[in-house]
């Protein structure tokens, strides 16, 4: 019986030791539990959320020039041929199939920013760390989320509005109104400008982070696209008023790499030349595909995307002048292109006449290693001060104050010497409408600015545009089928 | 009177005195036949001493005077009680045992007889193992039972072999537990056939639910061989010399051929032919590269072992070395091991026994590329042009003008390659066994699994070029800088169980059988590697990281290590009435790392019931020595889910720039979302099987049917995007197996002649019953040529081939405008593709299932004789019904040479209804995956013959020898089948959702060796 002694110690040691023994956590990588304890963190985690920023292309990622520009009368997908995205030229010409890639890309690379900066205002609020610091990461969520709620509602109209992480049994969630979306973003970036500093009061190695500036500016632009005319007024006055920005007196100069970040820049998304494209969710990767997307082909080595058309050439030339900016927007032939050469038809083996220059970088500006062809570094200008002037002239026009419309619209104009502008009623607002599409061409607004204005019937309606179907785009079929059904197709397609 | 009685009183004292007093007794034991037999045991009933027959069956044993029986056995043979009596001479003659209701299986934790057993498990022993030599012990289970199957991975040496349990279980891990003399491993690569004592499969759920969470796809048994007790020491020498050979050829194009095809696609494709074929018949045969990539190779093993026992101790000691060198690479795709084994078991008290068993290895393995379509010697070799030579008219290497990208040189490229595998692994156990009352006993085991592995590339530079200066060779027969890498792998998992075992009979009928056990077990895996480019040295001899010229910044280096345990408390009980009725239940409870929090425990219980009718007092057929009706249902975990599964990394590297200077800035977020719920798949069985023994072991048959469905299983469903995370892995798939097994014998030994025959075949069917809500189906199979081959979806067999629908060729324009659109280029001569869905287009929608690589059944056939010295053995095995993806040929490069059967092809209206006209680009997409691709697998393949000859006792007895055998044994001497590629027989090479794509298989080889055992 002694022997049965030993027996029960051997059990009961086991016993003892079981409780370690089956906690075990990687030894590589650090897990959700050991990580958000400190502001260092913190920090990172909302670098990640910036990360989604970058994304473009498929399998999460976008262009934001796909939809605003090409969808558009300025501009034609281009590539190689009828065969190169053909789903891209069926949406362009609103025959779009509703299952592309793009689509999904699109919809896929929104969420994961939303996921990300939901992450962030879940995790860090536990965090003991400086407040104020704290106050600004979070900012620079909301507006991260913001941003791409505001993507999420312009494209596809209605959507699901996902304002936490969501746990396996949630994902199947419907749609909520447009409406519940603008008000969620509304709120966001309310919030995120009392807690953001202002763009003079980060470092400079916070350069590219979202200021003050960049809420606002992101708030003038949900306003204006609700026509809340009174509110967007105010808070792009408020953006004016702060003296954090200004034109920069060269036009042609916004679009190169030294126009980077420059004091008319309100929120700019930022790639550089290093370390390959972000095609799909590359995280580690930090250069743009939107240079070699939209250079030409042959001898300029790229993929001759998003084509200027005749027609938006045609508006430089509306006031019986050329206007300035039409050189800074679009190569024409004969000109040259940077480092790269002379623009020739023969030299690009295509027959086209136009093609974009804002995104156009030079080869002595690509990094000497990595992918040669997508190391493109040129920063997404998303919010200019000048689109802030304009915006302000709108939304100043549609309250009343004629005035105060015409400033800021000939205070854009002054600058590449076009004239003042003295006309009132309907000429103001088309005046504002055409400063709109050369000052901003090919920045990814015209489309979404011809919808919003109800101008696109009338623009488009000859590529087959209809109001009732096309001021959205369809939700990817694969997106329904994953919801069992909890989402619907919007309407007509 | 009196005096009589006295008389007779002393008389009877001293006859008394006499049976008291030691008693010399000496005897023969022979068989039936009369031969002695050496090594017979004779045990003295009650006691523990005993003795042994000599190399001529005599013994001599000295008796107590009240011990009065003796216990008489040999291998093989029934066991005798003899009562001595007064005799001093007790010869004995022992007969042949062919039943096996006594024999003791190895079931989980315990041994059971087979009469008893009402569960589903069968057995290999080492006679079987041993039969063919092998080269690793999953080998020796191929077409041996009912519901294994096994296939080769490669026909390289050393090569992993694919094992399923009753048919693939689940879209992931589908290997069996591997439990050798009760430790747990991964693998059993390390173990020397020799070394076995039996094989035991624990196929049904009420057997293999003991193990719990790990039991799931079917548990293999392995008991290594141990000695007697009073077993005189008995020396085995072992040896086989092979050669081995490639056994088939594919019928590809000649040079005057190819050049004829290379016009002809030229002219077809709107291009000018090559100037150098303007006259074919020039070019001749050309290069046959599958000639000069197959070599004769050589395989080899000796084996010395030892062992013995005394009374109150065994062991058994053995050492082997295996080499074997490949058919493809020779030297470069060898493998070589040793393994040293010492068993042993020490009675130390009369109720403490300790003992251990230790297994050492150390092998090598030389890799070269296999079973993949881009880099492999092989697949090079069937894809290079014809015209190439091996060698420019200088003796160096030649390159191709014509072949692209992957297809270079494979002899250049096997020269090349260095990639060596050493390992070095430990797997070893201390036990003790306690016999606290008669009835209860203790078991302690401690064990360990060690593996440190090693692997070692080096890639040379190279220059296959003809003007070194010009560098005119293609990218892929250049290298302008060598580069050397190592990686180190040190797995260490040690394991401790202890057993509490009760036996009891109540009443002379209620036999009862309680163990109760725990176990804890620890997995640590731990990996470092480095790399570095640049050595002076093109010598492989140099090939170490340190000898670079490279800065130490230019080294990569890496580290990492992984951890695992289980926590286990198990339960068995067994009953039976009068050996009649059968009752067992089992039950255990898993705490696993490896689950998610929620769910750390699992619970897998099991029963099983069995009825020996012939037992009962109705039964009247007398030469039906078994009938025994066996039912089971059980629960099963599969614990292969990956380590840390449910945790959730918060990934690094998701970077932004900041800054001025565009500073790169890390950031971290999560991108799989965890899952606290992650637990184990569950398996759910219920068997019915059938045992019948008639004529005294002569027929033996066995029958099962099962279900089993896999639930709870482990998939990534393709989530919602509004989660904005990669899905998380869930519980959340259902996978059924079905299957009837059924295995027959007859043996007959009753004669000189002996003989025997046994056959087994399985059915199996495998569905996807669910893939979770959605329930997207899953493509995999990726053939690089064509595109993703196989899918897999609910309601379809695991990874079936998916693809086009052929529908022969189009004669003429007429047929294509008629049909639906394919690709503006179509022309007439090129396949049409059957519109299913018709709607006017073919394209992805137009995909239909075009084949299962899951066979209908699989087979073994098995015969032995013997007369006088004389052994024959034929074993054959087959799959039949499965299909195969002829991926061999890289249609996606125009210039790469084709099989024969390409000189059928459509040359004008009516000339070929089958193979597509040949051109450059094919426009139409001929090679898109299509049934034109798959292929019936079936074969049957004589894997062992086998010729052996013992010399007689009578002449080697004299030289105290016990055995003396040759032998001449052909692996797989025949195969047949209709399959057009190198090797019917395709492993699972690339995961589990990757079966039956043949992308260049290595084949095995046809090998002729020669052998000798000796015992002495």
């Known amino acids: ?493 | 009177m009196k005096n009589k009685l006295i008389i007779f009183t002393l008389f009877w004292l001293l006859g008394s005195f006499s049976t008291f007093a030691q008693n010399q007794i000496s005897g023969l034991i022979t068989d039936s036949t009369g031969e002695p037999l050496i090594g017979a045991s004779i045990l003295i009933k009650g006691t523990n001493s005993g003795t042994i027959t000599d190399y001529d069956g005599k013994y001599e044993l000295t008796l107590e005077s009240d011990q009065k029986i003796l216990q008489v056995s040999y291998t093989g043979y029934e066991e005798q009680e003899i009562t001595v009596g007064n005799r001093t001479v007790v010869n004995i003659t022992l007969a042949e045992s062919i039943s096996l209701i006594d024999e003791v299986v190895v079931v989980g934790y315990g041994t059971q007889k087979r009469s008893k057993i009402s569960g589903a498990v069968s057995t290999v022993t080492s006679d079987e193992i041993t039969e063919a030599p092998v080269l690793r012990a999953e080998q020796a289970l191929q077409g041996r039972i009912a519901g294994v199957q096994v296939s080769q991975n490669s026909g390289s040496p050393g090569s992993a072999l694919t094992v399923r349990v009753r048919g693939v279980g689940t879209i992931n891990n589908s290997d069996p537990l591997y439990i050798v003399d009760g430790i747990p491993v991964e693998g059993i690569d390390f173990l020397n056939p020799n070394d076995i004592e039996s094989i035991n499969v624990l196929k049904d759920a009420a057997s293999s639910a003991i193990y719990g969470a790990r039991g799931a796809n079917g548990v293999v048994l392995i008991t290594t061989k141990g000695g007697k007790t009073n077993q005189a020491g008995k020396v085995s020498y072992d040896a086989y010399y092979g050669v081995q050979s490639p056994w088939k050829k594919m019928n590809l194009l000649n040079a005057r051929e190819y050049a004829i095809l290379s016009n002809e696609a030229n002219i077809n494709s709107g291009n000018i032919p090559l100037q150098e074929f303007a006259n074919p018949d020039q070019l001749g045969e050309g290069t046959d590269w599958q000639s000069a990539i197959f070599q004769d190779a050589p395989i080899y093993s000796h084996q010395l072992s030892f062992s013995g026992g005394s009374e109150r101790s065994s062991y058994t000691a053995s050492g082997n070395y295996f080499v074997q060198d490949g058919i493809i690479g020779g030297r470069k795709a060898g493998f070589e091991r040793y393994t040293v084994r010492l068993n042993s078991r020490n009675q130390l008290k009369d109720w403490l026994t300790i003992g251990n068993t230790l297994g050492f290895t150390y092998l090598t393995r030389n890799a070269v590329p296999e079973n993949n379509e881009f880099a492999t010697p092989l697949v090079r070799a069937l894809n290079m042009d014809p015209v190439t030579p091996v060698r420019k008219p200088d003796g160096t290497f030649a390159y191709s003008y014509y072949s692209d990208t992957d297809i270079t040189n494979p002899i250049n490229a096997i020269q090349q390659i260095n990639d060596k595998w050493t390992t070095h692994r430990i797997v070893g156990s201390v036990y003790g066994e306690a016999e606290i009352t008669q009835k209860i006993k203790f078991r302690s085991v401690y064990s360990v699994d060690a593996t440190f592995a090693t692997r070692d590339i080096f890639r040379p530079s190279f220059d296959l070029s003809i003007n070194p200066l010009l560098s005119d060779a293609p990218a892929g027969e250049k290298n302008f800088i060598n580069g050397v890498s190592k990686e180190n792998n040190t797995w260490r998992n040690w394991q401790w169980e202890n057993v509490v075992t009760y036996n009891d009979v109540y009443a002379d009928r209620h036999n009862v059988g309680l163990t109760l056990g725990t176990t804890v077990l620890n997995n640590r895996f731990d990996y470092a590697g480095g790399s570095n480019t640049n050595l002076p040295s093109n010598d492989p001899k140099d090939a170490y990281i340190s000898n670079t010229i490279d800065p130490i910044a230019s080294q990569g280096a890496y580290a990492g290590a992984t951890e695992s345990a289980l926590l286990s408390f198990f339960g068995k009980v067994n009953y039976d009435l009068d050996d009649k009725y059968l009752f067992s239940a089992t039950f255990r409870a898993d705490g696993s790392s490896r689950f998610g929090r929620n769910n750390r425990y699992g619970y897998f219980p099991s029963f099983s019931l069995g009825w020996v009718i012939n037992r009962e007092d109705f039964w009247s057929m007398d030469n039906v020595s078994l009938f025994k009706l066996r039912a089971s249902w059980g629960q099963n975990g599969n614990d292969k889910i990956g380590d840390y599964s449910f945790s959730t990394i918060v990934n690094a590297g998701q970077n932004y720039t900041f800054g001025d200077g565009e500073i790169i800035t890390n950031g971290n977020v999560p991108l799989v979302s965890a899952n606290p719920d992650l637990k184990w798949e569950t398996s759910t069985q219920t068997d019915i099987g059938l045992d019948v023994e008639m004529y005294d072991g002569k027929i033996n048959f066995v029958a099962d049917y099962y279900i089993k469905t896999t639930s709870d299983m482990l998939y990534a469903a393709p989530i919602p995007f509004v989660a904005g995370t990669q899905a998380p892995v869930r519980n959340i798939g259902e996978v059924e197996n079905k299957g009837l097994e059924l295995s027959l014998s007859y043996r007959n030994r009753d004669n000189a002649f002996k003989y025997s025959v046994s056959a087994n075949v399985a059915f199996v069917s495998t569905d996807v019953l669910s893939l979770g809500e959605g329930g997207d189906p899953i493509t995999t199979g990726n053939v690089f040529s064509a595109g993703a081959a196989a899918r897999t979806e609910v309601g379809h067999p695991i990874a079936s081939f998916y693809g086009y629908v052929t529908d022969g060729l189009f004669q003429n324009r007429q047929e294509i405008e008629r049909h639906a659109f394919q690709n503006e280029n179509t022309a007439p001569g090129d396949i049409r593709f059957k519109d299913l869905n018709e709607d006017g287009i073919i394209n992805n929608f137009d995909r239909d299932y075009i084949g299962n690589p899951t066979p209908d059944f699989t087979y073994g056939i098995n015969a032995d004789f013997e007369y006088k010295g004389f052994d024959v053995s034929l074993f054959l095995q087959g799959v039949q019904g499965n299909d195969i993806f002829n991926g061999i040929v890289r249609y996606d490069f125009s210039y790469t040479n084709r099989p024969q059967s390409v000189l059928n092809r459509w040359t004008g209206e009516g000339t070929s209804n089958f193979e597509p006209r040949v051109t450059v680009n094919d426009p139409n997409f001929n090679a898109r995956v299509s049934d034109r691709f798959v292929e019936d697998g079936s074969y049957i393949r004589l894997k062992n013959v086998q010729i052996g000859y013992s010399l007689p006792k009578s002449l080697i007895s004299k030289l105290k020898i016990d055995k003396f055998r040759l032998y001449l044994s052909a692996q797989n001497l025949l195969t047949i089948t209709d399959y057009s590629g190198l090797d019917p027989e395709i492993g699972a090479t690339q995961g589990a959702l990757d079966l039956g794509i043949d992308r260049g298989f290595y084949p095995q080889s046809r090998t002729f060796l020669g052998g000798v055992n000796i015992t002495f």
């Open chain 1, 1 to 493: 019986m002694k022997n049965l002694k030993y027996l029960s110690f051997v059990l009961v040691f086991l016993f003892a030791c079981q409780k370690d023994l089956l906690e075990k956590s990687p030894i590589i990588g650090v897990t959700e539990d050991n990580f958000y304890k400190t502001e260092a963190d913190a920090i990172s985690a909302v670098n990640g959320a910036y990360a989604a920023l970058q994304f473009e292309l498929t399998p999460a990622g976008h262009f934001r020039w796909f939809w605003g520009d090409i969808m558009s009368d300025d501009t034609e997908k281009g590539g190689s041929g009828a065969n190169d995205a053909p789903n891209l030229a069926a949406l362009e010409n609103f025959q779009g199939p509703t299952n592309t890639d793009f689509l999904e890309a699109e919809w896929a690379a929104n969420y994961e920013g939303i996921y990300r900066a939901n992450v962030v205002l879940e995790r860090v609020p536990p965090i003991e760390m400086d407040e104020t610091k704290k106050a600004q990461i979070l900012g620079e969520a909301r507006t991260i989320r913001a941003w791409f709620n505001f993507l999420q509602v312009t494209y596809f109209g209605d959507v699901p509005l996902v304002d936490q992480v969501l746990a396996p049994s949630e994902y199947t969630i419907g749609k909520n109104p447009a409406a519940e979306v603008w008000a969620f973003i509304e709120q966001d970036l309310i919030q995120a400008i009392g807690d953001l500093p202002k763009r003079s009061e980060y470092p400079i190695a916070d350069l590219g982070r979202i200021t003050k500036g960049a809420a606002q500016g992101l708030l003038v632009k949900t306003y204006l696209f609700q026509s809340k005319w009174a509110e967007a007024k105010a808070i792009a006055e408020d953006l004016i008023n702060s003296g954090e920005y200004n034109l920069v007196g060269n036009y042609n100069q916004i679009f190169t790499e030294s126009g980077e970040n420059n004091a008319e820049s309100v929120f700019e998304i930022q790639y550089m030349n290093a370390s390959g494209g972000n095609w799909g969710r590359n995280n580690a990767n930090e250069g743009s595909f939107s240079n070699v997307f939209q250079r030409a082909r042959g001898q300029f080595e790229g993929y001759g995307f998003n084509l200027p058309t005749q027609n938006f050439v045609d508006e430089f030339f509306k006031e019986g002048v050329e206007d300035p900016r039409l050189k800074a927007t679009v190569f024409r032939e004969g000109d040259l292109m940077g480092d790269r050469g002379f623009f020739t038809k023969e030299s690009t083996g295509f027959p086209h006449d136009y093609y974009p220059k804002k995104y156009f970088n030079n080869k002595s500006e690509e990094a000497p290693f990595g992918d040669p062809n997508p190391n493109g570094g040129t920063n997404d200008r998303v919010i200019r001060y000048a689109d802030i002037l304009l915006m302000h002239a709108e939304a100043a026009f549609h309250t009343g104050d004629e005035t105060g419309a015409k400033t800021s619209l000939n205070q854009v104009r002054r600058r590449v010497n076009m004239r003042e502008i003295t006309d009132s009623g309907n000429a103001l607002l088309e005046a504002i409408y055409h400063e709109r599409r050369v000052e901003l061409g090919l920045e990814g607004h015209r489309f979404f600015d011809l919808v919003r204005t109800g101008r696109a019937a009338a623009a488009l309606g000859s590529l087959g545009y209809r109001e009732e179907v096309h001021k959205v785009l369809p939700i990817p079929d694969s997106q329904i089928q994953a919801s069992n059904g909890t989402l619907t197709q919007n309407s007509g397609y």
